[in-house]
């Protein structure tokens, strides 16, 4: 189970990094969007991978997970998906003004002389 977490975290970060390079707004967000199911997938791991047992101490309970990596996965999961709202906003706006979603990166400081 933990090589099959593991390789998932290992694909959603590739293919975030990879869409991130590209040079279109819908890929980088999606890419941005990946890399924080990543990051969530990791925070879930750190509290152990068990079956079938409680995050709550009991009486008698010897096998238990961790709660704080799920209260805090459940907190990046509301934030990124405000983010990412945001995020799809201003690229929208960005699209509808100029007609196309490509990032320039090109250096404009040499045709200003």
Request: glycine residues 6%; negative net charge; without cysteine.
């Given at each position: ?16 990094v990879y ?57 990046a ?37």
């Amino acid at each position: 189970m933990e090589f099959l977490v593991a390789s998932a975290i290992g694909v959603l970060t590739t293919a975030g990094v990879y869409l991130i390079l590209r040079l279109r707004a819908f890929p980088v967000i999606l890419g941005t969007a990946m890399l924080s199911y990543a990051v969530n997938v990791f925070l879930f791991s750190t509290g152990r991978l068990a079956v079938n047992a409680p995050p709550i101490l009991e009486h008698g309970v010897n096998n238990y997970t961790d709660p704080l990596p799920q209260a805090l996965v459940l907190t990046a999961i509301v934030i990124s998906f405000a983010m990412t709202a945001v995020v799809v906003m201003i690229a929208l706006g960005a699209f509808l003004e100029t007609g196309d979603d490509k990032i320039d990166i090109s250096d404009d400081s040499e045709d200003d002389t």
